[in-house]
């Protein structure tokens, strides 16, 4: 307890807090931090934003620590929720005064009273989320923990500070939350709360897309993300949010010939991908690569299991998906619609002898994202035999050295034809339409086939001939 005491301390030095104690103190108002900021001091994370509780009016104390603060200080009143928040050289803190929540069954609002910091302690999500470290200069840095939430931390233990039932019935966004921290931190769901979960799992409908998105972004953001789906899926949850996903569990066996379980294989694609790259996306994209199998399944007498096409399947389930989850249908969607889609080329590339059109043709379809796609294609490798491994990660490489010989070479990664639609146009003074498109396709064609460079001159003489064979006559 000493020493954990010191710690604290050094962890409390510097501008901000010496300012909230000043003006907490001379407002007279008992103050704590509180929430993550001071989980995460426990956990030695690094933490971003700090919440801080007072008894009396938070945002009275925000107004006088940000006029205190200088001139790069912003402050944001929220007088509706009585919350005020002050960002300072990139930090963010947020002032609330301590409250006492009831809820009734029948509205999602609950009735907000002013409280004592139990009070404001009892309405918090977790065991680990309610301690609160004291800022006056009297017992400054002096630990309230109500629940234990120490130990629960030592026991790495996800816990509600009271009946998981209310808890979970009184704000359902919490059951995410609970999933979402066990994921982020590598914990444990307690019994009783987990049980909790199951049992009011269907109260997360009255929860807003964009709430529950929040939270599914920071679990496939977490550093073992299967933790928060396996733990979605053994709740129910994922049945509610997302059963494209459940309905990749599972193994099916015909003639005694199974097929691999493809929910705990898309897990470890996510997990692998998770160690090599932090873009949001591109781990969504791995989430969703073979959304399509459960669709394209099929028992072939001769081959055993075949997936045909769950690429296209799969890229053609994602609008709707998004549509009902409330992600992004701009250039999100586009982007791992394209992902989804192409993720078995790298892999048919590899298994055949490389040619150069094939080459050319994935970079013209992938673009600027084929790097991305390598990325998922490796990680997409969970075979359990390690000569199968090597195998595949020798073929990759020579993908990977042959996109990069042929980009060099003949730079399709951003193509652009030498001779576009309207230059065809006025050429053979043809009106729009499907013979333009015809012959700017022949040119693309016969670019990504190898047969002409990317060059001007060279398209002009072939387009020349092609349309002397269609008959077409040069437009003087
Ligand atoms: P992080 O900021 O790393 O996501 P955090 O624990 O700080 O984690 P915030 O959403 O910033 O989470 O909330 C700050 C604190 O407010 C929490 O630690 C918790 O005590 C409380 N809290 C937040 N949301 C809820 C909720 N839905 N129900 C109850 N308490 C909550
Ligand atoms: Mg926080």
Avoid at 104 to 123: A, C, F, Q, T
Avoid at 285 to 307: N, V
Avoid at 394 to 408: A, D, G, H, P, Y
């Amino acid at each position: 307890m000493e020493q954990n005491s010191l710690v604290r301390l050094n962890k409390l030095k510097g501008k901000i807090f010496e300012l909230i104690t000043e003006e907490a103190d001379r407002l007279q108002m008992e103050t704590y931090l509180i929430g993550g900021y001071v989980r995460d001091m426990f956990l030695r994370r690094p933490s971003k934003d700090i919440d801080i509780v007072c008894v009396g009016s938070g945002i009275q104390l925000a107004e006088a620590v940000a006029g205190n603060l200088g001139e790069k200080t912003q402050l944001s009143v929220f007088k509706n929720f009585g919350t005020a928040q002050v960002k300072y050289k990139g930090t963010e803190i947020e002032f609330v005064g301590a409250r006492k929540e009831s809820y009734s069954h029948n509205s999602r609002k609950p009735i907000v009273e002013n409280g004592s910091l139990e009070d404001d302690l009892n309405r918090r999500d977790f065991t680990i989320n309610a301690l609160a470290i004291r800022l006056n200069k009297e017992g400054f840095g002096e630990l309230t923990d109500m629940f234990n939430g120490l130990d629960d931390l030592e026991n790495l233990l996800i816990r509600t500070p009271l009946d998981p039932d209310i808890t979970f019935s009184d704000d359902p966004l919490r059951m995410m939350r609970a999933i979402r921290f066990a994921s982020q931190l590598g914990f444990f769901i307690y019994p009783e709360t987990f049980e909790a979960i199951e049992r009011n799992k269907e109260r997360i409908a009255i929860i807003s897309g964009e709430r529950v998105i929040d939270e599914l972004n920071k679990i496939i953001l977490s550093p073992c993300p299967s933790i928060g789906f396996e733990l979605l899926e053994q709740t129910g949850l994922l049945a509610i949010i997302l059963p494209e996903l459940v309905a990749l569990k599972g193994i099916e066996t015909k003639e005694g010939v199974g097929h691999k379980d493809n929910f705990s294989h898309t897990l470890k694609v996510l997990d692998n991908l998770a160690k090599t790259s932090d873009n949001l996306w591109l781990r969504w994209a791995a989430l969703f690569h073979d959304i399509g199998k459960p669709k394209s399944k099929r028992f072939e007498p001769k081959t055993g299991w075949t997936f045909h096409s769950h690429e296209f399947i799969g890229m053609k389930m994602l609008k709707v998906i998004f549509q009902r989850l409330k992600l992004p249908l701009n250039d999100k969607l586009k982007y791992v619609e394209k992902l989804v889609s192409l993720h078995m080329r790298p892999i048919v590339l590899a298994d055949d002898e490389v040619t150069d059109s094939a080459i050319r043709r994935l970079l013209f379809e992938a673009g600027d994202d084929i790097d991305d796609l390598m990325q998922l294609c490796e990680a997409d490798i969970t075979s359990k035999n390690p000569e199968k491994v090597r195998q595949f990660l020798r073929n990759f490489r020579l993908v990977r050295s042959k996109l990069k010989e042929i980009e060099e070479k003949d730079r399709i990664r951003n193509f652009q034809p030498p001779i576009d639609g309207l230059a065809i146009m006025e050429m053979f003074d043809l009106p729009p339409g499907k013979e333009v498109g015809e012959l700017k396709l022949a040119i693309k064609d016969a670019i990504l086939d190898g047969e002409i460079p990317n060059e001007y001159e060279p398209a002009h003489a072939f387009l020349l001939k092609l349309a002397l064979e269609k008959g077409l006559r040069v437009h003087s």
